[in-house]
């Protein structure tokens, strides 16, 4: 059998807390036998839930937390304030090694705070970073930092580049991926500052394939596998693909719906285009992990349903299996000499 | 009659030229009647366009210039080497008066050098910035900066935020445009070091409507009326707005072709959806104007078409009546002392 992997999961985050983040840890333990998840929050609130349905109950247990991060506060007053809430207990398991990763739907800020302050950094690594998956034409690209490092320098970008490259290759399993730095031309002097100083130690960086520069209309094409940006520019993209896939899609709706002729037609195309469109969904790829950390943390939108929490919890475990934090810390620790100039 | 608008179009820039540049020129001054267009360009290549058409002869002429600014030239070499160009030469008319604006689908870079070197900024305009329009569900936005300054300071936003709004009210004729910073969440607090250095001064800032931050997934929800920010994140939200859009209706298209039954529905929807979708579509909204020079550069896409030439000629007419660099000054000037804490 497997190894074991344990998974705190932040029962009391999201929106659909605790209702749908249960149902999806009993979901996951019902079609795996190498997962155990832990729950954190108001005992009395995910017990009843729990109550609901059947499951190998040897797999799943309740931690007590009677305090919850609201998605409104302050990250860091949140995190350093609240040591009982059910994100930073499931944070302290992680850093314990009591779980080996932690999943959560609640406050974005409060996960990435809580990475660097309660769950610590990998030796070598100077700022962890968030990579979710993005939908692409012929499948997905790991776009790093989607948002954890707004004011990013040229040795963070590196650092991103090889996390997110070993990511991408041991964890959604794409060999030799290729590696590109967000730009706005395809040329080599084209960039702002940040840009030109990052890419000559990309070009320098030996253990990724470096492929040069995307510009923002390739990324849906499938231009990258790894894209790699400073968290600003990258939670730009992350939400312009949110906001310009529902926008597009209600358009298409919309057309549909405008006239009889149109409506029967829409009746005849509607299976064929949802399961052409439910590719394009980014919620089927599970939670976007912070890279960098000691233990895994995974982020699952604030909308998190079952199946969200679900996929998010498996990621943990191939992530767990390939080692990847001793990879990185292994890659990370021999180019530091470049990354630092 | 109307004030005539005399328009320079370099008839040599752009994949399709000089065909649907001067096609474009022909349909403008064959539309309306207070447009005068001077192609520069070859002047055989272009004689032998123009002779294609029937049109009103006294308002387009031909200026011939045996140089062409390739597009994969550096802009600056090219600027300032390439003195008989199609491009030069219409800035340079721009520049003297003899034209009140330039059209362009060349070299992108070379139009942003072009606007400072050779036609000049406004008194008292710190950085010319393109401010494309973009589709939002209900109507349009205004992007300030969607390339031009990719490594901007907080007083070039605030100018972009004026330079923005005035177009917005007087070209497009929204009264009293919304203007948002593009940022990574609504709260004030968040934000790079140059959005949180911007944000209070736009507050300070009394002739704009100033709503806040807007995160890129309102954008196409048409969250504000002007969106302003540096010109690196705007060009990403421009390219990914390509990508993106093109990728969907791919998708879209694709599971329209995938059974029988599906094949049947998408004649009946086909339509009804090209009408909707028709008003998602960028090119429809004329080339991007750059704000701040003393004349009016367009730059419109390299594929343009000879529609897309005809709506950048046309939209020079509205920014000369509504004398909009007079305000451009008049209101820049004003905020001076803030714009430059």
């Known amino acids: 059998m497997a190894e074991m992997v344990r998974v705190a999961v932040d029962a009391m985050g999201g929106d659909n807390a605790p209702g749908e983040i249960v149902k999806g840890a009993v979901e996951t333990v019902n079609a795996r036998d190498d997962i155990e998840v832990i729950l954190t929050g108001r005992r009395e609130l995910v017990d009843a839930e729990l109550a609901k349905y059947t499951y190998a109950a040897e797999r799943i247990r309740t931690v007590d937390c009677d305090e919850v991060i609201e998605t409104a506060e302050s990250p860091v007053h949140a995190i350093s304030g609240k040591k009982n809430s059910s994100m930073v207990v499931g944070m302290n398991m992680v ?3 009591e779980a080996d990763a932690i999943v959560s ?10 990475g660097q302050m309660v769950v610590g950094r990998i030796r ?19 776009l790093i930092d989607a948002g954890a ?12 580049a090889q996390m997110g490259s070993i990511y991408m290759e041991d964890v959604v399993g794409i060999k030799q991926p290729r590696v ?5 031309g395809a040329e080599e002097e084209k ?6 100083e990052t890419y000559p130690l990309l070009q320098a960086c030996e253990r990724i394939h470096f492929i040069g520069s995307i510009e923002a209309r390739e990324i849906p094409h499938g231009g990258a596998d790894v894209i790699v940006c400073d968290g600003f520019a990258g939670n730009i993209v992350l939400k312009l693909y949110e906001g310009l896939s529902g926008t597009l899609l209600k358009k298409v709706k919309e ?24 590719s394009f969904d980014a919620s089927e790829y599970g939670g976007a992990p912070l890279l960098g950390c000691k233990g895994l943390l995974v982020k699952t939108h ?25 990879k990185i810390s292994a890659h990370i620790g021999c180019r530091k000499e470049t990354a630092d100039v």
Request: proline residues 3%.
């Open 191 to 196: 960039g702002n500052a940040l840009v030109k």
């Open 302 to 326: 604030g909308s998190a349903v079952a199946s969200d929490v679900r996929h998010s919890i498996i990621q943990c475990v191939t992530f767990k299996q390939q080692g990847i934090n001793d």
């Open 95 to 97: 850093k314990r090694g």
């Open 180 to 184: 590109a730095i967000l730009n706005i």
């Open 124 to 142: 070598g690594v100077e700022r962890p970073a968030l990579a979710p998956l993005i939908p692409t034409e012929g499948g997905v690209a790991l």
């Open 149 to 160: 490092n707004v004011d990013a320098r040229a040795s963070h970008l590196v650092q991103f």
């Open 105 to 114: 739907a609640g406050n974005s800020g409060a996960i990435l705070v809580g």
């Open 255 to 278: 057309g549909m719906m405008s006239s009889l002729r149109s409506k029967i037609g829409a009746l005849l195309i509607r299976n064929a285009l949802h399961e052409t469109l439910k």
